[in-house]
T-cell receptor, first 116, second 111 residues
Framework: NAGVMQNPRHLVRRRGQEARLRCSPM?????VYWYRQLPEEGLKFMVY????????ESGMPKERFSAEFPKEGPSILRIQQVVRGDSAAYFC??????????????FGEGSWLTVV | GQNIDQPTEMTATEGAIVQINCTYQ??????LFWYQQHAGEAPTFLSY????GLEEKGRFSSFLSRSKGYSYLLLKELQMKDSASYLC????????????FGGGTRVLVKP
């Protein structure tokens, strides 16, 4: 049973380019969360999605960032016109439809974005 | 809103015990997580406490006091591989399983 799969693991972009990060949740999980971790900091919530719906995007920067979770395929976090401050680790997590006993939130290995 | 505080860094000796404290303020409480994160890796689940008291899992134990808004993670018989960041997090069940994390405590284990 594959875990939460993220790709690419490492991505280098020049300032002004676009970055696309993909996340395939665990089988049977319909909730996806994206978190960002800046160097030497804790994880910060960005967005919570279910299939074809954005449930909570209160942590997303107002500009240049967008996320989707289509009916088919992985969830995608898209960052347009990247700047150096976007350099961070982006983690995806998934959980099943029902609220579990706490250990039902699974994290992917993360995507490390470096903007040069 | 939610706020979580934990120390930035701690140092301990191999074989010793270290206690990492976490205080939180939440508008509603739905349990508390502890995660371990090695540098350059994903967080891995350690524990989840929803009731007061101590829960032990091998060398790691986690304690919760809901009335005090306080938790700690206890690491016993420290090993070099325990050098990592330890993240305290609280979920907001009303918003799925959205987690609010503390800044993490970096533990350095010295020989």
């Amino acid at each position: 049973n594959a875990g939460v799969m993220q790709n690419p693991r490492h991505l280098v972009r020049r300032r002004g380019q676009e970055a696309r990060l993909r996340c395939s949740p665990m089988k049977g999980h319909s909730h996806v969360y994206w978190y960002r971790q800046l160097p030497e900091e804790g994880l910060k919530f960005m967005v919570y999605l279910q299939k074809e719906n954005i449930i909570d995007e209160s942590g997303m920067p107002k500009e240049r960032f967008s996320a989707e979770f289509p009916k088919e395929g992985p969830s995608i976090l898209r960052i347009q016109q990247v700047v150096r401050g976007d350099s961070a680790a982006y983690f995806c997590a998934s959980s099943p439809l029902t609220q579990g006993d706490g250990n039902t939130i699974y994290f992917g290995e993360g995507s490390w974005l470096t903007v040069v | 809103g939610q706020n979580i505080d934990q120390p930035t860094e701690m140092t301990a000796t191999e074989g010793a015990i270290v206690q990492i404290n976490c205080t939180y303020q939440t508008s509603g409480f739905n349990g508390l997580f502890w995660y371990q994160q090695h540098a350059g890796e994903a967080p891995t689940f350690l524990s989840y406490n929803v009731l007061d008291g101590l829960e032990e899992k091998g060398r790691f134990s986690s304690f919760l006091s809901r009335s005090k808004g306080y938790s700690y993670l206890l690491l016993k018989e420290l090993q070099m591989k325990d050098s990592a960041s330890y993240l305290c997090a609280v979920p907001v069940w009303a918003a799925g399983n959205k987690l609010t994390f503390g800044g993490g405590t970096r533990v350095l284990v010295k020989p």
